[in-house]
């Protein structure tokens, strides 16, 4: 059975694949499962047809049969356990990818998506100048320790696996900002990520979508 996920119909980032589908369809790629892709307008997304798939009205979701998720870390877990290619089968390295993959959402992920959200959301109230430097502060601590942790290596633990796979998607929110330059290790992890075949497949596969809502 194809899974069917959902996009964004037009996507807030001009397809720069930071829409948290990019890393559903990067699974997708990495493990060679073909997919479907239902795009949704902002208005569709909190209708009541979405918000049965997903009860906060957002994208992605992702169907198989007659099972729905949401929550793109969810998600990418259920394609990395059913399929082979983004964990290990040694039960510890295993244990250890998926300690990864909560690391990058429930550790570094929050705090880069304060900073997004305080440049995006915060620049005219009059407390911005002084609460920016506390979020950047915090986040630069994350990504030391981060960066201390990958030191040379190529990955996160041995080979490329669903936890390398979330951590690039969260790091690539920081592009543009500055912060990630200030960790060369850091920015080589990510590029090593964006250069695998897989990601660009996904890649390309989003831009597609919103270059094609240019011409509409
Ligand atoms: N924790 C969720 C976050 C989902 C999320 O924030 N989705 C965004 C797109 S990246 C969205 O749908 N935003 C529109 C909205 O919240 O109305 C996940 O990882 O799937």
Redesign the pocket.
């Known amino acids: 059975m194809t899974p069917i996920i959902t996009a964004?119909e037009r996507s807030p980032d001009r397809g720069r694949g930071?829409?948290?589908?990019m890393r559903v369809r990067w699974a997708l790629e990495e493990v060679g499962q073909p997919y479907g892709v239902r795009l949704v307008s902002?208005k569709a997304?909190?209708e009541p047809a979405h918000l049965a798939l997903h009860p906060?009205?957002?994208?992605?979701t992702y169907e198989e049969g007659d099972l729905a998720l949401?929550?793109?870390?969810a998600i990418v877990f259920h394609i990395a356990e059913r399929r082979w290619g983004l964990l290990p089968d040694d039960a510890n390295a295993r244990a250890r990818a998926i300690t990864w993959m909560f690391a990058a959402?429930r550790t570094m992920e929050p705090p880069i998506v304060d900073l997004g959200n305080a440049k995006l959301l915060e620049r005219d109230e009059t407390w911005y100048e002084q609460r920016l430097p506390v979020v950047e502060e915090r986040l630069r601590k994350r990504l030391e320790e981060l960066s201390r942790r990958v030191g040379d290596a190529d990955w996160l633990d041995g080979k490329f696996s669903a936890g390398d796979l979330l951590m690039v998607s969260v790091l690539l929110r920081l592009k543009g900002s500055g912060m990630l330059d200030e960790f060369p290790n850091l920015s080589a992890y990510v590029a090593r990520g964006e250069a695998r075949p897989a990601y660009k497949r996904a890649f390309n596969a989003q831009l597609a979508v919103f270059t094609s809502t240019l011409t509409k």
């Open positions: 964004f930071l829409a948290r589908d902002f997304m909190k906060f009205g957002q994208i992605p949401f929550e793109s870390g959402l």
